[in-house]
């Protein structure tokens, strides 16, 4: 079961051991670990039934010494100022890691999405955008995909844009083919995945072909994930989702599970696999653990319980900062979020290039450049980690925060 985790403490213990480890100076770091701006709105929602709602909604703007603010947006019920401060620091490193010229920020209304209709989402959806207008733009902050948001409510946020300022395909990214979105965005954070675990098994000189993988999620990340695994030779032996999950220690069929989850969005009844449930399906034997849900997943309580080599950490935080202390002394590696799932804002980023262009370029284009920059930006990292002999999360935070600390002194005060 995950743990509720103090985000920002986390965050903020992350960055000040990174920062110390490239001896950042005093007042910079002062500066970087505060965000430059925090938006708090009320959204009223007026329901199908004719009554009245109102959710709070965010928008965090932590650093644009890089380029325009860039995040997500995330729709869930336990979203607060404190975890929406620490995801826009984290989207301020990760762009930074992979090199591409965007700061960070994060956004979220604190809502259970389930209990509203498809009306009342688009209406919710709206309202907010409308609300947070006066701070983004398409050179300024540029909205995203995050929990249980999608290219349809893309779509409604740059439609409500387009109504306010003219039409602005660049406003959001992760949108619809249709309206500008981008080929090979869908799958851009599982095939990112499954390229930090293939150049993990080149460092640690392990053979991916035949490993033992075990992905707790299969939603979009986990199962694109799981699919580019499989094809590259690797044995998924176990899936989750929220409905429990799936172990064949001879592996399962992955195009046919596929096929099953897409037609009945769960795994749930899948005739391959001894059913196993999500606390479970971390403690089996494996080469690579995938955690692809939520955060907090593996703690201080079930860390000495894990059976694998390396965890690539596809979901964000799924690791708490304790048992990351724990897997680092034990010689357990563990690839950091900020690395392993970055592949969904590098191709935000390119649809965002090819949005200012008007020009759509090909799948296998994008596909080209995304791996140039995640493999680009885990070389970096690994070297990093031989040359101040650490952890790859200290290393992926210390080139990050150092990349963004120049260009906030080249910028000048």
Request: hydrophobic share 40%.
């Amino acid at each position: 079961m995950a743990n509720k985790v103090n985000n920002k403490k986390a965050s903020d213990d992350q960055f000040n051991r990174a920062a110390d480890l490239i001896g950042l100076d005093e007042k910079i770091r002062l500066s970087l670990n505060v965000p430059d701006r925090e938006l708090m709105v009320e959204v009223p929602l007026r329901k199908d039934d004719g009554s009245l709602e109102s959710y709070k909604g965010y928008r965090v703007q932590h650093n644009n010494s890089r380029g325009p603010f860039k995040g997500g947006i995330r729709y869930h019920h336990e979203v607060d100022l404190d975890e929406v401060r620490s995801l826009a620091a984290l989207m301020t490193w990760k762009t930074a890691l992979v090199d591409i010229p965007y700061g960070g920020g994060k956004g979220g209304i604190s809502v259970d999405p389930s209990k509203l209709s498809n009306l009342e989402l688009e209406r919710l959806s709206r309202r907010f955008f409308r609300a947070i207008n006066p701070i983004i733009g398409v050179n300024r902050d540029i909205p995203a995909p995050d929990v249980n948001t999608n290219p349809q409510i893309m779509a409604w946020f740059m439609d409500e844009y387009g109504m306010i300022n003219g039409h602005t395909p660049g406003i959001v990214t992760g949108k619809p083919i249709e309206l500008g979105g981008s080929l090979g965005r869908n799958e851009a954070t599982g095939r990112g995945t499954a390229i930090i675990a293939r150049e993990t098994a080149k460092l640690l000189n392990m053979n991916l072909d035949g490993a033992k993988i075990v992905i707790q999620g299969f939603g979009n990340v986990g199962s694109f994930a799981g699919n580019f695994l499989n094809e590259m030779g690797s044995k998924i032996i176990a899936v989750s989702d929220v409905n429990g999950g799936l172990f064949d220690p001879e592996g399962l069929d992955i195009p046919s599970l596929l096929k099953h989850n897409a037609e009945n969005r769960t795994i749930k009844g899948f005739s391959q696999g001894k059913a196993v449930s999500n606390d479970e399906i971390l403690n089996i034997d494996c080469d690579f653990l995938i955690p692809a849900a939520l955060g907090g997943v593996i703690h201080k309580m079930n860390v000495d319980k894990l059976n694998c080599k390396v965890i690539i950490e596809a979901a964000n935080g799924p690791v708490t900062p304790p048992a990351d202390d724990i897997l680092f002394k034990k010689g357990i590696h563990v690839i950091p979020d900020i690395l392993t799932n970055a592949g969904g804002v590098t191709v935000s980023y390119f649809e965002w290039v090819q949005n200012l262009q008007q020009f759509q370029w090909s799948e296998e284009e994008v596909n080209t450049k995304l791996e140039d920059k995640m493999v680009a930006a885990f070389n970096e990292v690994s070297t990093m980690m031989k040359s101040k002999n650490t952890s790859m999360r200290m290393a992926a935070f210390a080139v990050a925060i150092d990349r963004v600390a120049k260009s906030f002194q080249l910028r000048g005060v």
